[in-house]
């Protein structure tokens, strides 16, 4: 226990969460409300008076690795003593009552729905008043792993249905956050020295059209671009019906926006994403992507893949690597097909071989690091902005350049510079997807 601000002892709560970055502004927020209510926060679960475990259950192998949290948690000596363990996020939510009827190490377990109740439930778990900070008291708290960045959500949920995705059943039906939540966040963030915020969602292009009056992610991005003018500003996650002229037009004219496409595919052949219940072709995406280089020259391009839908056939597959060989991405992650309860996919006929899904993958992978390394390479001569983000542990200084996103992309290693400071480099070299400016 702890002193609060009123000189009585509160507990101290430890947070260990899995899964991506939108499950780390979760958390973040989670954080503020117990601050606010009095509560404090540690590092360490294993002196923490109550440990939460934010869970990710997207696929599989994320919930497999989440009850693995959860139980090394449980084996904490303050846990095993009786301090709260409380789980929540993803896996409650997707699951239910059929989780906290199997999983009886945890005391509590908040859903995404309820995080907001955060306070509430640990209050009743270590049996304490909830006590309120005044507004001047209370504090944002950061997430972020440096101060050079910080995520901000800009909506919840998805409409889509994808029939291979459990994020509708999890996260609920899209709702986008208001403007001036959102704005608040960013300027929240921006006081505390941070240097980028990105902006991500589930869904990102599809923010403002389900207000009243409908607004759209380039009236967004635009307003906070010109309000924040000294920071960078990155969208995540964008799915190909979102590049719109407006959204294009935003990025090209404010500099401040980063000129980085986020563009998740999944696949290319029409008869698959059919069945993914998605929309697209390989000619539309190749359109598509001459449609962002006329707007946006500039343009760094990054998707995501699936390999080893049910039904893939030998010849689609091909097609999906000779689209990959032809380069038009700077990045590209790839995923082999989870089969997930409760899925429309998972009842399909002509499921693929786990080790066939691995192998298909780990090919894709294989030739987008073989196409992207000389684009990488091609940024070689170029000057550019650099947000300064750390050290490794020798000392050697790294940042990253409007064309790497936060943990994904690689680093761009440094001469000199303060972390958060803004240095500009020429790139003199590059090893697959690091860089190094001078």
């Known amino acids: 226990m702890t002193e609060n601000f009123e000189g009585a002892h509160t507990p101290a709560v430890a947070f260990i969460t899995l899964g991506c970055a939108k499950n780390e502004v979760d958390t973040a927020h989670m954080k503020t409300r ?31 690795e989440s009850l693995e949290a959860v139980f090394d948690a449980a084996d904490l000596p303050n846990v095993a003593a009786g301090a709260p363990l409380v789980v929540a996020g993803c896996m409650p939510a997707r699951y239910g009552d059929d989780l906290a009827e199997e999983l009886i190490e945890a005391r509590a377990f908040v859903p995404c729905s309820r995080e907001d ?19 001047e008291e209370a504090v944002v708290v950061e997430e972020s792993l440096t101060n050079s ?77 010109e309000e924040f003018s000294d920071t960078w500003f990155r969208i995540m996650y964008l799915q190909p019906e979102g590049v719109t002229d407006a959204y294009l037009d935003a990025v090209a004219t404010h500099p401040n926006v980063c000129s ?27 359109a598509l992507i001459e449609r962002i280089h006329a707007r946006v020259p500039d343009a760094t391009l990054r998707t995501t893949l699936i390999a080893g839908f049910p039904g ?23 995923f082999p097909y989870s089969r997930e309860d409760g899925t429309r996919a998972a009842e399909l006929p002509d499921q693929v071989d786990d080790d066939e899904k691995a192998d298909r993958a780990q090919r894709v992978r294989d030739l987008a690091d073989t196409v992207s390394a000389p684009r990488i390479a091609a940024r070689i001569g170029r000057e550019m902005d650099v947000l300064v983000e750390g050290a490794e542990e020798d000392g050697q200084l790294y940042g990253r350049a409007m064309c790497q996103a936060p943990e994904v992309d690689g680093v761009t290693y440094l001469p000199s510079g303060e972390p958060g400071e803004m240095v500009r480099v020429r790139i003199v070299d590059t090893l697959l997807y690091e860089m190094e400016g001078e």
């Open 149 to 225: 960045f910080a995520y901000v959500k800009i909506s919840d949920g998805c409409d889509r249905f994808c029939s291979y995705c459990t994020i509708p059943y999890i996260r609920g039906r899209y709702h986008s956050f208001p403007f001036k939540n959102i704005r608040a966040e960013v300027a929240a963030h921006v006081a505390a020295g941070v240097g980028e915020i990105v902006l991500i969602a589930q869904d990102t292009g599809r923010w403002g059209t389900d207000f009243e009056e409908p607004l759209s992610l380039a009236h967004l991005v635009a307003a906070l671009a």
């Open 260 to 286: 980085y496409f986020d563009i998740p595919l999944q696949h290319i052949d029409a008869t698959i994403l059919r069945a993914m219940n998605r929309t697209g072709s390989r000619a539309e995406f190749e």
């Open 312 to 334: 893939e056939t030998e010849e689609q597959f091909e097609e999906l690597c000779d689209f990959v060989e032809e380069g038009l991405f700077d990045y590209v992650g790839v």
């Open 34 to 64: 117990l601050v606010q209510a009095g509560f404090t926060l540690v590092d360490d679960p294993a002196c923490a008076d109550a440990v939460v475990v934010n869970t990710c259950s997207f696929i599989q192998s994320a919930t497999e």
């Open 117 to 135: 109740d955060i306070a509430q439930v640990l209050a009743e778990a270590l049996e304490v008043p909830l006590l309120l900070k005044s507004e």
